[in-house]
């Protein structure tokens, strides 16, 4: 490591810091990389325990994110927590987290990850619905307000409607629903209400983030009885209509998933296409 001159750090291969950096530990060059609108992620074989959950994301994905939108030592919040993912690339990147889960046994397997992960940052998964964010907080006694939020919800009705892709996970004996619980977004059978409690939840997550502070959801437009409701651009658009509380939205990255097999749906009838990306909707709040 090498002092330049009074304003960059020479870390290399890796590039200049710039000691005026207000947003996170990259150099410009690791910056300038991030700032693609698209990138492909091909993450490792998920294991045992983790397969168990019917939607988890790679920890790497969201380690990208951390380390763009916080710096070390900073907070991360995720509203819908599954089996901990967030917090793992939090801890592994030197940031410290908190997240909400709803269901006792991701929140099981999230608890045993964190017990197993060598990390001394403060890591801190909560049971209970995210609507109810602050007063769950409240009873833990944590004040803490959040940097940095990176979370993917239910993608509306989509796991008990995605028949084929669930199949082989029903024939396992595995979920193919996160719960029964009501307040658990994933069972809102009405998609337009789906759009308004998911932006309450979003209501709540603006009340505990820091002035400037980023969110990223990872979620997607979906196919349901014969066509395409648009989650993802609804998503971006009702989190930016909520009176003092509306977030800022800045960008989307799509994520390319060249790595999953091709159904034939609707061959030789009808055009239902093969959806193999994500959207990454970025928000900032700014008072
Ligand atoms: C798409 S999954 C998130 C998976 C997570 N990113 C991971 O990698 O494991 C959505 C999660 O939200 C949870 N959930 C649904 N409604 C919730 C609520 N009201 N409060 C907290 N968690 C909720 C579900 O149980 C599920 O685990």
Not at 186 to 204: R, S
Not at 264 to 279: D, K, P, V
Request: net charge positive.
């Amino acid at each position: 490591m090498k002092n330049n001159t009074d304003n960059y750090i020479d870390l290399g291969e890796r590039g200049r810091f710039s000691l005026k950096n207000k947003l996170n530990n990259l150099t410009g060059k690791e910056w300038i990389k991030f700032t693609k609108s698209w990138f492909i992620h091909r993450p490792n074989r998920r294991k045992e325990d983790e397969i168990l959950h019917p939607a988890k994301y790679p920890e790497s994905l969201v380690a990208e994110f951390i380390k763009f939108f916080s710096k070390e030592n900073e907070w991360v919040f995720d509203p819908f927590l599954g089996t901990g993912s967030t917090l793992i690339a939090a801890g592994e990147n030197k940031r410290n987290g908190i997240g909400v889960e709803i269901n006792e046994k991701y929140f099981g397997t999230c608890q045993k990850r964190i017990e197993n992960l060598s990390s001394t940052q403060k890591l801190l998964p909560l049971l209970g619905s995210s609507f109810e964010i602050k007063s769950i907080l409240k009873k833990n006694k944590i004040e803490q307000q959040i940097d940095y939020t990176i979370t993917s919800p239910p993608y509306w009705n989509q796991l008990e409607r995605n028949n084929i892709r669930q199949k082989p996970r029903s024939e396992k004996g595995l979920d193919t629903k996160y719960s029964t619980s009501k307040d658990d977004l994933g069972n809102e059978k009405d998609y337009y209400n789906f759009i308004e409690l998911q932006a309450q939840v979003f209501d709540n997550v603006f009340d505990i983030t820091k002035n400037k502070g980023y969110l990223t959801i990872i979620t997607n437009n979906v196919y349901c009885e014969g066509k395409l409701f648009p989650l993802a651009y609804d998503t971006a658009i009702s989190l930016t209509k909520r009176g003092k509380k509306s977030w800022v939205l800045k960008d989307e990255k799509i994520w390319l998933q060249d790595d999953k097999s091709l159904i034939a749906l609707g061959i030789n009838n009808a055009w239902i296409g093969n959806r193999h990306h994500q959207f990454c909707l970025v928000f900032r709040k700014e008072e």
